[in-house]
């Protein structure tokens, strides 16, 4: 029954029992996590022969991995994800772990430096990025940081909200655009091959304009079924700006995810570029871990198979939060949420104006959920209402009472606007 069909008595009688269900709630005691999308040990277990398989030859393309050197990273390893990531091999870089360290590297560079094709330093001038919402909150970070001026546009299933974007492209002050394309923080959307065709071929008022394309979740599939991400590069070769796009990926959600391998691809002037700043910060990336990671993951085809055991361990998870959603909530109409095909997060939109309200609930029964407005720029989300879901790092008995906890919240919350109205 919908909150709104109900009559005065049905809601001061439905918020008593959910006031009772949140009791009950802070009686069982729990201390819980769902905040961050990081895997699970079991998950980390999968990896556990990188750290126990010697690595065998030692030098690799005529370098020594044990030395100094070798900036671009080892071949071997950026021939497996090259084809991964349907890049040419000479145009991806391998590098340390966390490809957010490259990507706040390449937008520091731009600022100090500017970048192939612009004309000055961005720090000279305003800079602006649009940032498609609800999206990565460390992508944001960055630009808050760098006193970056964030403009949110919305996230839609295929892509960003492009009327939004095209009208703010007239803008010279806007040089970039954040974009997750495949299996998206925090909503699992798949940018489509003509939203990334309308990308690449975009009018811009700035002629350095980069589109941030973090391919975090490029093989992070949660069902049989595969979604191929749209050819950046490809497309905006063809669209006449071969500069535009910059492409990132690592291993973190496939090996380790704090010692994995991070990678870059962009247009030779672009690796060019970001090789002639990195060899100011590093003498070459750590080549041990990537031989370790090219021997272990041996080809393609290993890493999709390393994958698929992944997905085991992660679907049922994923099963058990949509379940509890649609089991809890679904009856009352208080919330909306998305069923991704891929990537680590379900994303919850409950009642306008009460998310802030169901994370302090959940803080207040021992269940640590994101903030809530973390998925906006300046974390704020306008309508309050959106609440990022991780259900990768718990135990499944653990999600559960996580879930049924966060559905309790969800519908005291709801239920306390309704009778307050
Ligand atoms: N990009 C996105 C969209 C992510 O969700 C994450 C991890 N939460 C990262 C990047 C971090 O990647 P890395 O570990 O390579 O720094």
């Not at 720090?123 to 006193?147: N, Q, S, T």
Request: aromatic share 6%.
């Amino acid at each position: 029954m919908t909150l709104d069909s109900l009559s005065r008595d049905q809601l001061d009688a439905f918020l008593a029992e959910q006031q009772q269900a949140y009791a009950d709630l802070q009686q069982a005691g729990l201390k819980l996590d769902i905040t961050r999308g990081k895997p699970s040990s079991d998950q980390l277990d999968l990896s556990e022969g990188l750290l126990t398989t010697p690595v065998e030859a030692h030098v690799s393309g005529g370098v020594d991995v044990r030395n100094y050197g070798g900036g671009t990273g080892l071949t071997e390893l950026r021939e497996i994800f090259a084809e991964l990531l349907g890049v040419p091999v000479g145009q991806l870089l391998a590098g340390n772990n966390a490809s957010l360290s490259m990507m706040h590297d390449s937008i520091v560079f731009a600022m100090l430096h500017g970048v192939p094709g612009g004309s000055a330093p961005w720090k000279d001038g305003p800079v602006k990025f649009l940032a498609p919402a609800p999206g990565y909150d460390r992508h944001f970070a960055i630009c808050e940081h760098l006193g970056i001026e964030m403009i949110p546009v919305e996230m839609r299933e295929d892509g960003p909200d492009m009327e939004a974007v095209r009208a703010h492209v007239a803008d010279p002050a806007v040089k970039g655009i954040w974009i997750v394309p495949t299996y998206s923080n925090p909503t699992g959307a798949v940018v489509s091959e003509q939203v990334a065709a309308e990308l690449a071929s975009l009018e811009t008022a700035a002629d350095d304009f980069r589109i941030y394309w973090d391919n975090a979740y490029a093989v992070h599939d949660l069902t049989e079924e595969h979604a191929k991400s749209a050819d950046i590069l490809g497309l905006c070769s063809a669209a006449g700006h071969p500069d535009r796009p910059l492409m990132f990926a690592s291993t973190s959600k496939i090996t380790l995810a704090g010692s994995g391998v991070s990678f870059l691809a962009g247009s030779p002037d672009n690796i060019a570029w970001y090789l002639s700043h990195t060899a100011i910060r590093t003498i070459g990336p750590d080549k041990v871990n990537q031989l370790r990671h090219a021997q272990f993951l041996g080809s393609p085809q290993g890493v999709l198979d390393l994958m698929a055991r992944h997905r085991e361990i992660l679907a049922p998870k994923f099963d058990t939060v949509l379940r509890i959603l649609s089991e809890r909530l679904g009856p009352h109409e208080v919330a909306t949420w998305t069923t991704p095909k891929g990537g680590y997060f379900v994303s919850l939109d409950v009642v306008d104006g009460t998310a802030s309200r169901v994370v302090q609930l959940a803080k207040e029964a021992g269940i640590s959920l994101t903030p809530a407005g973390a998925s906006f720029p300046y974390g704020k989300d306008p309508r309050d209402r959106n609440i990022r879901i991780a259900p990768s790092f718990p135990p499944l008995q653990e999600l559960t009472l996580a879930m049924e906890g966060l559905a309790t919240c969800v519908l005291l919350a709801a239920a306390e606007k309704a009778a307050s109205a």
